[in-house]
């Protein structure tokens, strides 16, 4: 792998429980440098939103399965060179 094909990206996520079954998460990915597509470059950033179920039946002392379903969105920034 070249150095230059390397891309560095950051995540920031959140979920909260809102009572012992049920939750919401949203996470948001970015990338710290911008790509080259065309002779032009973007900046690109990821988000979700999600609705968290943690079924009582499932969850044992160490272990707690979760299902989760969501929403993502995308932007993108394009940048003439």
Same mark, same amino acid.
């Given at each position: 792998?070249?150095?230059? =094909? ?6 920031? %996520? ?8 049920? %939750?919401? /998460?949203?996470? #948001?990915?970015?990338?710290? =440098? =911008? /790509?080259?597509? #065309? ?30 379903? %969501?929403? %993502? ?9």
């Amino acid at each position: 792998m070249r150095l230059s =094909s390397l891309i560095l990206a950051a995540v920031l %996520g959140v979920n909260v429980l809102l009572n012992r079954n049920f %939750g919401v /998460g949203w996470t #948001a990915a970015w990338r710290w =440098s =911008s /790509g080259d597509c #065309a002779d032009m470059k973007y900046d690109s950033t990821f988000q979700t939103l999600d609705a968290i179920l943690q079924p009582a039946i499932l969850r044992t002392k160490r272990l707690a399965p979760e299902i989760r379903a %969501g929403v %993502g969105f995308t932007k993108v920034h394009f940048q003439f060179e």
